[in-house]
């Protein structure tokens, strides 16, 4: 009973801070560029900043519950109670889904939820000699962003010992924004679409407390905010923000995404281009702050990632497996063969499309398969880099990188087809 208040607590109270900074971009933007998402997706990065800054989970707990309790005191007129309702039904749904499973996968337990615990248990220097520790970094990939082991320490932190399972309840935080732009979604065809592919098409990572199905579906939700009504580009980079800050990859699933949708926003158009960066760069404020002071703390403690550790090496091993035709085709395979009916499916329905509307180029899809190629590109090429054994590497990994992406670029165009089919 105590973790299931304890869940709602800290989820309303990272929803009512998010208003507060909320309100304050869009009376700072224009009635044209107003921020509709879920507003945790606003707090989240902030407390995740303040965190950074301190390097102390309780401190970071104490200030969300201030900066709640000051909006709720000062602000109360703007809570919309419905609104927030329907948040925490949603968030507490999520919560009682995945916290029933135990963590299993090697990744989850080994560098995600192992990270959670030294945040839980440390802070300031000794966290981060903690993650230096050779026995740690050897395995644990120390170097990897900290928001999500950052919420589910927050979560468990009010117990006084660690439990996992609160722990875990993290990531009920972390899907609630995705739910509820699918809740506000109002074409029944593409709810169900998109209840579907997230919850079980997933190869079970929904349950298990891996992040790449996550990040995935942030994408997938950018370009289907953005399919619906270009007008809401801004709460598309909002959710395109959120990855550069979970995963490794998040950083060009990031500048990949957002450059995306500035330049289809843009329409091509140099000063449209330099219009909407400046928006663009307004929102990302905290989130790059979040990106650079977690790579100075790693500069500092000597935490480094493993294939950046030693470049000339990765660029000796890449050029190697480049000319070693057998390690360079299974790579290939790996990451484009094992998907090529997706790839297939894709290209016929956006030939399909292209014969229903003849008369101008769909740059909406030519865009999809631009990111789609441009990412793929990069796993290939950091699995020509890796200083792991090549066949382990790609066994254990890949299925979580790649997969995601393609089946979520194949929905988007699932759904594109439904929103082109009334307007025809």
Not at 239 to 244: A, D
Request: hydrophobic letters at 55%; glycine letters at 2%; one cysteine or more.
């Amino acid at each position: 009973m105590f973790a299931a208040l304890s869940f709602l607590m800290i989820t309303i109270s990272f929803y009512v801070t998010g208003l507060s900074a909320l309100d304050f971009f869009n009376r700072k933007f224009s009635k044209e560029n107003q921020i509709s998402v879920s507003p945790v997706l606003i707090s989240i990065p902030v407390l995740y900043l303040f965190f950074l800054v301190t390097l102390n989970v309780k401190h970071s707990l104490v200030s969300l519950f201030v900066m709640a309790i000051f909006f709720v005191v000062f602000k109360f007129r703007k809570l919309n109670l419905k609104d927030v309702f329907v948040y925490s039904l949603i968030s507490f749904v999520l919560f009682l889904m995945i916290c029933q499973t135990p963590l299993l996968d090697w990744d989850t337990r080994s560098i995600w939820f192992f990270h959670s615990k030294i945040i839980y248990y440390f802070s300031g220097s000794e966290m981060m000699n903690y993650f230096n520790r050779n026995e740690i970094a050897t395995f644990s990939h120390s170097d990897y962003p900290k928001l999500q082991p950052f919420l589910s320490a927050l979560f468990a932190f009010p117990f006084p010992e660690w439990k996992e399972q609160i722990a875990k309840s993290s990531l009920a935080l972390l899907w609630s924004p995705v739910f509820f732009q699918i809740f506000k979604t109002k074409d029944l065809k593409i709810k169900i679409i998109l209840f579907v592919t997230i919850l079980l098409l997933n190869n079970g990572q929904f349950f298990s407390g891996l992040t790449d199905w996550l990040i995935a579906s942030y994408v997938l939700i950018a370009f289907i905010i953005y399919n619906e009504d270009e007008k809401k580009w801004l709460d598309s980079v909002i959710f395109l923000s959120l990855p550069i800050l979970i995963k490794a990859e998040g950083l060009v699933l990031t500048t990949l995404g957002i450059s995306t949708i500035l330049i289809l926003k843009s329409s091509f158009q140099i000063k449209a281009l330099f219009r909407n960066f400046k928006f663009l760069s307004f929102l990302m404020i905290v989130p790059v702050l979040c990106f650079l002071l977690w790579k100075y703390h790693c500069a500092k403690y000597g935490i480094h990632n493993y294939l950046t550790n030693d470049p000339s090496a990765a660029i000796l091993r890449i050029k190697d497996r480049l000319f070693d035709h057998g390690k360079s085709l299974k790579i290939f395979v790996d990451c484009f063969g094992y998907y090529n009916k997706v790839i297939k499916i894709m290209v016929y329905l956006a030939l399909l499309r292209r014969l229903m509307i003849w008369k101008k180029l769909i740059r909406f899809e030519i865009a999809i398969f631009s990111f789609v190629a441009i990412y793929t590109v990069f796993l290939f090429f950091t699995y020509m880099g890796t200083p792991f054994d090549l066949n382990w590497h790609l066994s254990t990994s890949i299925e979580r990188t790649a997969f995601p992406i393609f089946l979520l670029s194949l929905v988007t165009l699932l759904i594109r087809d439904i929103d082109l089919a009334k307007r025809i």
